[in-house]
């Protein structure tokens, strides 16, 4: 063998455990992480309402309890059965049920209150149930709305998965949290939308209470695809439903008002009527109406929908997309109120269901 040929030989023998330990360090380096990963890369993503992802252990474990703490008897109607759900879970389809799930998140936390402050003011009243079985509330808007898990699936079909995540995480971080005035739970009162204000509670209901006062809430009419309404009457459909006797002559209607611009007092004629009792009895979407006579015919025009008392639903969802958190839009809702957990504001509740 030629000596340069030796060399060159010599000098590739010397070169190649060089080669050899690169490749292993560059197999080390890119291979080993693709294997590692390749077997899991089917796998679901972690949910972002995963509590174990978003939820230190020591606020998970105190959830844990809150969730078990006691459970709701709901009466379903349509059934006529008797339903036990833990109360996290029927705050959870409460709110899927009395808010569309495409509203901020924000305003969703402040609609989980609402839900969890009504249950637990009902649980803790020294009211007695009437129901059957034993139950504590129905599923109508009696008390809250409340759909199964099925309903639901049914209602949404393709979408309640990513509805019922979105929901799930509003509901989970606001977990055991309700509105109290004076460390006792309010009477959480929501509407769909408002007429530009929301309406003091003794102008619609009974009772004055301190935190259910008017205030603007002016995000309604952009937000809200029922801010307006109409529904017209004949002549004999108003005698029918108000109980009165219109003549065949065009009838003097006076409209007495609140300040929040809802109807207080109806004259028609010689009979008085509260704004209430107008919406109610007509079917009417709020008690801010207005009245036009066309051939025999009554034009009722509105502005919002429902009694106007407490959190409007498009309110706080403009709210929301203002920037707003959950706590601020119950505190301008329901004003001197403070968000408060269940085991400070009803400890005899939780106990009970320990």
């Known amino acids: ?16 455990p060089i080669i050899i330990t690169l490749l292993s360090i560059c197999f080390m380096m890119l291979g080993l992480p693709m294997l590692i990963v390749l077997p899991f890369e089917n796998d679901p993503p972690v949910s972002y309402t995963d509590e174990s992802a978003s939820v230190p252990t020591n606020q998970k474990v105190e959830a844990k309890s809150l969730e078990s703490a006691f459970s709701v ?22 709110v899927a049920s009395e808010m569309p799930s495409e509203f901020e998140m924000e305003a969703l936390k402040a609609q989980a209150l609402a839900a969890r402050t009504y ?9 007695d149930s009437k129901l059957p ?9 009696e008390h809250q709305v409340y759909k199964s898990d099925e309903e639901l699936r049914t209602a949404w079909g393709q979408e309640y998965h990513n509805k019922m995540e979105k929901i799930k995480t509003a509901v989970s971080q606001t977990q055991g949290q309700i509105i109290t005035y004076n460390d006792a739970p309010i009477t959480p009162a929501f509407f769909s939308t408002s007429n ?14 301190p935190y259910l006062k008017s205030v603007e809430s002016p995000w309604d009419e952009s937000e809200s695809p029922k801010f307006y309404d109409q529904k017209i009457f004949t002549k ?20 007495k008002r609140t300040k929040s611009q809802r109807v207080e007092e109806m004259v028609i004629e010689s009979e008085s009527f509260s704004g209430r009792e107008v919406r109610e009895k007509l079917g009417l979407q709020s008690s801010d109406f207005t009245v036009t006579e066309r051939n025999d015919h009554f ?27 959950y706590n601020e839009i119950i505190s301008y809702y329901y004003k001197g109120a403070e968000v408060a957990t269940v085991d400070q504001a009803a400890p005899k509740l939780v106990a009970k269901g320990s």
């Open 196 to 209: 530009g204000y929301t309406e003091n509670a003794e102008k619609y209901w009974e009772n004055e209470l």
């Open 299 to 325: 034009v009722f025009t509105t502005k919002g929908y429902g009694h106007g008392v407490g959190m409007s639903q498009y309110g706080a969802n403009g709210m929301a997309k203002e920037g707003k958190s």
């Open 119 to 127: 249950i637990v003011r009902f649980l803790i009243s020294d009211t």
């Open 73 to 94: 008897e709901v009466f379903r109607s349509k059934e006529n059965t008797t339903e036990d759900v833990p109360v996290e879970e029927y705050v959870t389809r409460v």
């Open 133 to 141: 079985n034993g139950a504590d509330v129905t599923d109508t808007v």
């Open 236 to 255: 004999q459909q108003v005698n029918e439903k108000l109980g009165i006797a219109l003549g065949s002559a065009s009838p003097e209607i006076k409209l």
């Open 1 to 16: 063998m030629p000596k340069r040929w030796k060399n060159r030989t010599q000098s590739k023998i010397q070169k190649k």
